[in-house]
């Protein structure tokens, strides 16, 4: 059974270039999760999406970033323009929202911004 | 707004030693309660979780943790722990109604040394 997908796994790009994040949940699961892993702030929710719907997005730094989830089983984060402070590690996690739920998440995408 | 602490940044123990991290959250309500161990260069595993019932859970690995209400705890325990354990710990908190985004901790880093 495939987990959460995400591609790239690795991306290094230079400041002011734009950067999309992909990512497939899993099948059946009908809530998606970005989550950013830096060293300075640990790991923190971006944005989240339920049956493809942007639910909360206070966690998204600034317009720069934004988010899709134009069907259930693909999201993307797209950063635009980049810069160097948007260097971390992005997670997507998917889960099925019937009471308690547990967020599995994917292998994230090491971002680099030189 | 919910906190997560883990008062442990850096841990190194022997193998066979018995392992405790601890994981401490601020909200009054009902919680949902998780363990995720991340391996080095691996995405977030979901080692326990706690939604109701009997406080002290198992998890995979022979992991185990205990919510203790009045001390707003849930920590992880394991009695002898292996070279494989090597990794990085994360408790996570999520509010049982309401917001649904997880609240991480700082992380714990486990050297397990042979």
């Known amino acids: 059974d495939a987990g959460v997908i995400q591609s790239p796994r690795h991306e290094v790009t230079e400041m002011g270039q734009e950067v999309t994040l992909r990512c497939k949940p899993i099948s059946g699961h009908n809530s998606l999760f970005w989550y950013r892993q830096t060293m300075m702030r640990g790991l923190e929710l971006l944005i989240y999406f339920n049956n493809n719907v942007p639910i909360d997005d206070s966690g998204m730094p600034e317009d720069r970033f934004s988010a899709k989830m134009p069907n259930a089983s693909f999201s993307t984060l797209k950063i635009q323009p980049s810069e160097p402070r948007d260097s971390a590690v992005y997670f997507c996690a998917s889960s099925f929202l019937q009471g308690p739920e547990t967020q599995y998440f994917g292998p994230g995408t090491r971002l680099l911004v030189l | ?114």
């Open chain 2, 1 to 114: 707004a919910q906190s997560v602490s883990q008062h442990n940044h850096h841990v190194i123990l022997s193998e066979a030693a018995s392992l405790e991290l601890g994981c401490n959250y601020s909200y009054g309500g009902t919680v949902n309660l998780f363990w995720y161990v991340q391996y080095p260069g691996q995405h977030l595993q979901l080692l326990l979780k706690y939604f109701s019932g009997d406080p002290l859970v198992k998890g995979i690995k022979g992991f185990e943790a205990e919510f203790i209400k009045s001390k707003f705890s849930f920590n992880l325990r394991k009695p002898s722990v292996q070279w494989s354990d090597t990794a990085e710990y994360f408790c996570a908190v999520n509010a049982g109604t309401g917001r649904r985004a997880l609240t991480f901790g700082s992380g714990t880093r486990l050297q397990v040394q042979p």
